[in-house]
């Protein structure tokens, strides 16, 4: 089941394994930094980042859509 968020002004979809990646994004990083991921996700078509647990996630930018996944 795909979830939605928004994250620093962005809506962000997610299947549950991607939640850890999710908090990440909203709760340990500023949203400066977040929206870093998010422009580089909508000028090369993705962003790959770990979080604190060296869990491995991409966030998809496609025709200005998001969709945050875990490797």
């Known amino acids: ?20 990646g999710i908090e990440y994004l909203k709760n340990d990083l ?19 980042f770990e979080d604190d647990e060296d869990r491995q996630f991409t966030l998809i930018c496609k025709s200005n859509v998001y969709t945050l996944v875990r490797r």
Do not use: K
């Open 1 to 20: 089941m795909v979830s939605q968020t928004t994250i620093a002004g962005f809506s962000v979809g997610y299947e549950e394994n991607a939640a850890p």
């Open 30 to 48: 500023d949203q400066t930094e977040a929206r870093v991921f998010f422009d580089q996700a909508r000028t090369r078509g993705s962003a790959a």
